[in-house]
């Protein structure tokens, strides 16, 4: 089955600095990688996906970065603000998404006002 | 602004008891997922439904988790009996083609 790993586990920056988190996958079949952001007491909530025919996909001062031949793929989160802290997890599916997520173990983001 | 609903958010029962959660999908969602949520596996698929048929649930212990979607707005994770490593929080999701979007979660404790 797929594995996923994320990197790293803990990450603080100052507020307006940039945050990357790296994820990479087993499965040579996975072709769509959501990533979610879950606050505290909340369910995950989406906030960029991207597929694996796409090599990059940005959303204001979010954007995500696929790599198909090194089976990895990261979060850059830009100009960090203190409401971007939260735990981010990355997660990799077959069928484009409408299959189950195999997630990764998740990266607590601090930002430092 | 359609969301998953799940019920109850909170609950706390005695071991042996028998736990019932439930689901509302997005209205035209046609694949439901139960994920549970814990510190030390993180977060890891029970079960899911496509169509309310039953498509993979080899992440259910199958001796006390049952999970069934008796029409297209409920979705239903029965433990029983419950057991004390049953506590964690548990998400149902929702999706049609592409993204899946979480329920605020049912946050389980078995004393």
């Known amino acids: 089955g797929e594995n996923v790993e994320q990197h790293p586990s803990t990450l603080s920056v100052q507020e307006g600095d940039s945050a990357v988190i790296k994820c990479t996958y087993s499965d040579s079949a996975s072709n769509y990688f959501p990533w979610y952001k879950q606050e505290l007491g909340k369910g995950p909530q989406l906030i960029i996906d991207?597929?694996?025919?796409?090599g990059e996909k940005k959303d204001q001062r979010i954007a995500v970065t696929l790599n198909k031949t090194a089976k990895h793929f990261s979060l850059h989160i830009t100009e960090t603000q203190p409401e971007d802290s939260a735990v981010y997890f990355c997660?990799?599916?077959?069928?484009?998404?409408?299959?189950?997520?195999?997630f990764g173990t998740g990266t607590r983001l601090t930002i430092i006002p | 602004d359609a969301r998953v609903t799940q019920t109850p958010r909170h609950k706390v029962t005695e071991m042996g008891q028998e736990v019932t959660m439930r689901c509302q999908p997005i209205?035209?969602?046609?694949?439901v997922f139960w994920y549970r949520q814990t510190m030390m596996q993180g977060l890891e698929l029970l079960a899911y439904?496509?169509?309310?048929?039953?498509?993979?649930d080899s992440g259910m212990p199958k001796d006390r988790f049952s999970a069934e979607m008796p029409d297209a707005t409920l979705a239903t994770l029965k433990i029983q009996p419950s057991e004390p490593r049953d506590s964690a929080v548990y998400f149902c999701a929702s999706g049609l083609v592409l993204e899946q979007y979480f329920g605020p979660g049912t946050r389980l404790t078995v004393t």
């Open positions: 991207i597929r694996s025919n796409v």
């Open positions: 997660a990799a599916s077959t069928n484009f998404g409408n299959e189950k997520l195999t």
């Open positions: 209205l035209g969602h046609n694949t």
């Open positions: 439904f496509r169509n309310r048929a039953p498509l993979d």
